[in-house]
């Protein structure tokens, strides 16, 4: 029993992280006669002289500063609500995880045109004279970038929506009456009481929120492609447009020089999530 996942790690988690790892070594663009090895050479052209995959970081970044708190709020006040006993709350948890189980892909191409020069939303805003004149949503960076952190956000907050309803209703509610006995509003049993204990399922839940916006790939891909100029571009969707068999425009990709990027792109993933463990468990010693 304990073969069968050990033999999937290694097929497709060790062996690809090593794959990667040895034609980043390498001026590879799948010909050959045209591969020669190269040593380190595409990591110092990566830190020296091509810094367009840095930009891609620090969309990426503004980006997930951008929805992760968005998320995470929208998220907490849904599912406080839908654990109080309300009419017709299975209806809204069912309606509110929906768009978790559509294609991201799908919901790129919906939003896409929802937001076109001559889309709904346009027409709605015009309608209720809201705005004189269409907005060409994806011509600047802020504007494509809001429709970009709304749409992602509306794809994703169901699933934050369902754990954190879970560990709700795991809190006892004898500890609301206790704390209502010692004085304690709402804010106070919501900071005092309701985050401590789900403090550990919150944490799991914004852990995956910041894996989850970074790596975020198809939704660009099909919502903005980028637009404009690469300025909403994510690390994940930069490598897949410029280096992936099938997206990139070139017959002879650099596959070494993306494979470099990608080792990069995993170590600093890595970082990230080992920061964020460190803080945690920094705040547990605290609390």
Not at 57 to 80: V, Y
Not at 91 to 97: A, C, I, K, L, V
Not at 167 to 180: I, M, R
């Amino acid at each position: 029993m304990i073969a069968l996942p050990l033999i999937g790690f290694f097929v497709f988690t060790i062996y690809p992280i090593l794959w990667t790892f040895k034609w980043s070594l390498f001026s590879y663009n799948q010909i050959p006669s045209a591969t020669k090895f190269i040593g380190f050479d595409n990591f110092v052209k990566m830190f020296t002289t091509d810094f367009t995959y840095w930009k891609m970081w620090g969309n990426t970044l503004l980006f997930a500063f951008c929805k992760i708190p968005l998320e995470i709020t929208i998220a907490m006040m849904l599912a406080l609500a839908l654990n109080k006993k309300l009419p017709l709350r299975g209806f809204f948890r069912s309606m509110y995880y929906l768009p978790c189980v559509v294609s991201v892909a799908v919901i790129g191409l919906v939003f896409s045109n929802l937001f076109s020069y001559y889309g709904v939303i346009n027409s709605l805003l015009m309608k209720f004279g809201i705005i004189s004149k269409e907005i060409e949503w994806f011509s600047n960076q802020s504007s494509a970038m809001t429709v970009l952190v709304l749409t992602s956000t509306w794809a994703t907050f169901g699933t934050n929506v369902m754990y954190l309803l879970a560990a709700l209703t795991n809190v006892s509610e004898d500890v609301y009456e206790a704390a209502a006995i010692d004085g304690a509003g709402a804010f106070t049993k919501f900071f005092k009481v309701t985050l401590p204990m789900i403090a550990p399922v919150f944490k799991t839940i914004l852990l995956l929120s910041i894996i989850g916006t970074l790596s975020a790939n198809d939704l660009v891909l099909t919502l903005t492609g980028g637009a404009p100029g690469g300025k909403t571009f994510t690390v994940m969707s930069y490598l897949t447009k410029q280096f992936v068999p099938g997206f990139v425009e070139s017959a002879e990709p650099a596959l070494g020089y993306g494979c470099a990027m990608s080792v990069v792109t995993t170590i600093l993933y890595s970082f990230i999530a080992y920061m964020y463990n460190m803080f945690s468990r920094k705040m547990d010693q605290i609390g």
